[in-house]
Nanobody, 118 residues
């Protein structure tokens, strides 16, 4: 059974910072690509940032230079450091992990709310 658990959301003023964390667990599984997505009010879910097991990263244009994704492979954890937050960053942030045992499947967390006030 794979579990994906996010933490670290909250309310912050514009220009502030937050760090989101995601813990992945599952006996016998290897976690490959891990990603953060977000879904704002009335919006489709969108990719924010992703990181491979070799720490190759990819960012949405809207967060480049402000957000940093990192991971600890030993702990199966991924973090998203968010700086210079804007009201338009307000969304529910979801962690996605590609978990592999024999085959690979994607697993999602339940999400954590990030609210940025102007």
């Amino acid at each position: 059974q794979v579990q994906i658990v996010e933490s670290g959301g909250g309310l912050v003023q514009a220009g502030g910072s937050l760090t989101l964390s995601c813990a992945a667990s599952g006996t016998g599984y290897t976690f490959d690509d891990m990603s953060w997505y977000r879904q704002g009010p009335g919006m489709q879910r969108e990719l924010v940032a992703s990181i491979t097991s070799g720490s190759i990263t990819n960012y949405a244009d809207s967060v480049k230079g402000r957000f940093t994704i990192s991971r600890d492979n030993a702990k199966n954890m991924v973090s998203l450091q968010m700086n210079s937050l804007k009201p338009e960053d307000t969304a529910v942030y979801y962690c996605k992990a590609i978990a592999r045992r024999i085959f690979s499947y994607q697993y999602w967390g339940r999400g954590t709310q990030v609210s940025v006030s102007s």
